[in-house]
């Protein structure tokens, strides 16, 4: 079974830099090999993505380092709201899985 990570992310002032959080996603005890992720943040379950982060564009896979998701330092300049966000891997053998969600607050 793989680890389920759900994590409030410090909040952080709009428009301001964000420093960047790793997420260690693992099934039975070892690293999961992923082929892809995709971060979404929503202010709400049903409303479409404010801000999608993926590979090489705001989010980083190290080959080097199975099952570790890194959200990369950057610059977070949209609404101030709390949103709802959740990172989709897709696994090396074409699996698809939400394994790590929470919230993260954009505040003025």
């Known amino acids: 079974m793989a680890q389920y990570i759900t994590k409030v ?36 379950e049903n409303a479409p993505a404010t801000l999608t982060l993926i590979n090489g564009d705001g989010l980083t896979l190290d080959e080097l380092s199975p099952g570790l998701v890194v959200v ?8 101030a709201l709390n949103y709802l966000y959740e990172i989709e891997t897709t696994t090396t053998e074409g699996d698809v899985y939400v394994y790590i969600k929470g919230t993260w607050e954009i505040i003025n």
């Open 9 to 44: 992310i410090d909040s952080i002032i709009k428009g301001t830099t964000f420093e960047g959080i790793s997420f260690l996603i693992t099934k039975n005890g070892l690293p999961l090999s992923i082929e892809s992720a995709k971060m979404e943040l929503k202010f709400s």
């Open 72 to 79: 990369d330092k950057q610059i977070i300049d949209i609404d």
